[in-house]
């Protein structure tokens, strides 16, 4: 196992069949600095316009369609004092006869404590003068490029992830991605220092990070839409709209992982998801939401 120290000097605004920027071996750990939505850098100085400019793409060897690119979160580190959110709530998260009452969409700026690891408002608003939250650094875009020569956007995600937004996505999870191209072609990018569910106000705390994953091949395992895990539990991720499609996918994701990888049946499956499963919210801000079908590994039986 090598450990890759990745500098990139260009950044992606879509996800799909582009040169490799670094090629990797199976198991290796890749430790690289992000840049944030916009394209500004750990310094504030511009890179690369968004939306959401992804390092890499970076080559796996080993990775073939048909298997699964594992991509162990080991670390996310805070390495710019400043951050930015939109200021008010995105018009598609209220009810319409509201939008027209919303003050404008201009960006507020955050101060980032990197001893204390925490952030606030850099110009406090009534209310909010003791607003100061704890860091939960996570990584809002990632993926692998989809297939048939495709390319898609930084600002959605689909079943080869892209901007997914999801909490989840931190330190100590794993994330199972479909590897659809040789060499799987991971991207990475979009860190936010703290985000609520669902990012409604279209942005976490943007920020630069660096961030340190492993890169694995998992040979001849196949799935249609990323699926995670971490010491407590197993999820899989649907992204859609409507919101119910990206349910429908996170569900029918969950139900095959359960009988395939833990032999349940669909009916033993079913009893189990129709009692213990939780759902949470990646996004309902982007052009394709993002859902999460969730089950806590208490409830699995042993293999």
């Known amino acids: ?109 955050w101060v980032i404590d990197l001893e204390a690891l925490t952030a606030r408002l850099a110009d406090p608003v009534q209310g909010l003068e003791n607003f100061i939250l704890p860091l939960e650094p996570m990584i809002g875009c990632f993926g692998v490029a989809p297939s048939l020569g495709q390319a898609f956007s930084t600002a959605t995600s689909a079943a080869n992830g892209g901007n997914m937004d999801y909490r989840g996505f ?34 976490g705390v943007e920020t630069a990070m660096e961030v340190e994953v492993r890169l694995s091949v998992r040979k001849g395992y196949k799935l249609r839409w990323p699926r995670g895990e971490d010491a407590d539990s197993i999820f899989t991720v649907g992204n859609a709209r409507p919101l119910d499609q990206a349910l429908q996918h996170a569900t029918t994701e969950m139900l095959d992982w359960l009988t395939s990888g833990f032999g349940l049946s669909p009916i033993a499956a079913s009893h189990l998801l129709g009692q213990v499963v939780r759902y949470e919210v990646g996004n309902v801000f982007d052009p394709a939401y993002t859902m999460v079908c969730k089950v806590e590994r208490k409830w699995l039986p042993r293999i």
């Open 1 to 109: 196992m090598a450990i890759h120290r990745f500098v990139p000097t260009t950044w992606h605004n879509v996800l799909g069949s582009l040169p490799p920027a670094l090629r990797v071996e199976d198991g290796d750990v890749v430790i690289t600095q992000t840049i944030d939505a916009a394209g500004y850098d750990k310094d504030g100085a511009a890179r690369c316009p968004g939306p959401n400019p992804m390092n890499g793409p970076i080559f796996v060897a080993g990775a073939e369609p048909g298997d699964a690119l594992v991509v162990e979160i080991i670390r996310i580190t805070p390495i710019r004092a400043t951050g930015w959110t939109s200021q008010v709530l995105a018009a598609n998260v209220i009810d319409p006869e509201r939008v027209r009452d919303l003050p404008p969409r201009n960006r507020t700026d």
């Open 170 to 203: 931190k330190p100590g999870t794993s994330v199972y991605l479909p590897v659809a191209v040789p060499g799987a072609l991971f991207f990475l990018g979009d860190c936010h220092a703290i985000q609520g569910d669902g990012e409604i106000v279209g942005t």
